[in-house]
């Protein structure tokens, strides 16, 4: 299985980016696709889930209304388009696949596959 996460760069705020991550090996629509990012100095921290079932998408507190997880299960991919992007955001972002519960989807542990990670910049 790999994952190969994209589309990461230098953004002023404000600014847009679209992050790609591309499964092979696997089946993604049989797996729940999350984003992840770590700050420098800080813990990795979940952003965003595409479940499998149900199409329902959940998002952590500080990037509801800006961003949003979809998933083309025909191209194998997933995506993370992020808007009106800040300071805050710069990190590293992470996919993962997995299948968690409500009540555990920010949690790593209940990921079993990961790609390797696309940095984001935002700087003015």
């Known amino acids: 299985v790999q994952l190969q996460a994209s589309g990461g760069g230098l953004v002023e705020p404000g600014q847009s980016l679209r992050l790609s991550c591309a499964a092979s090996?696997?089946?993604?629509?049989?797996?729940?696709v999350a984003w992840f990012r770590q700050a420098p100095g800080k813990e990795r921290e979940g952003v965003a889930i595409?479940?499998?079932?149900?199409?329902?998408?959940w998002y952590t507190d500080s990037v509801k209304g800006r961003f949003t997880v979809s998933r083309d299960n025909a191209k194998n991919t997933a995506y993370l388009e992020m808007n009106s992007l800040k300071v805050d955001d710069t990190a590293v972002y992470y996919c993962?696949?997995?299948?968690?519960?409500?009540?555990?989807?920010?949690?790593?542990?209940?990921?079993?596959?990961w790609g390797q990670g696309t940095l984001v910049t935002v700087s003015s």
């Open positions: 090996g696997v089946t993604l629509n049989s797996y729940g």
């Open positions: 595409s479940r499998s079932a149900g199409g329902m998408r």
């Open positions: 993962a696949l997995g299948n968690p519960i409500l009540s555990t989807w920010r949690d790593s542990r209940a990921y079993r596959h």
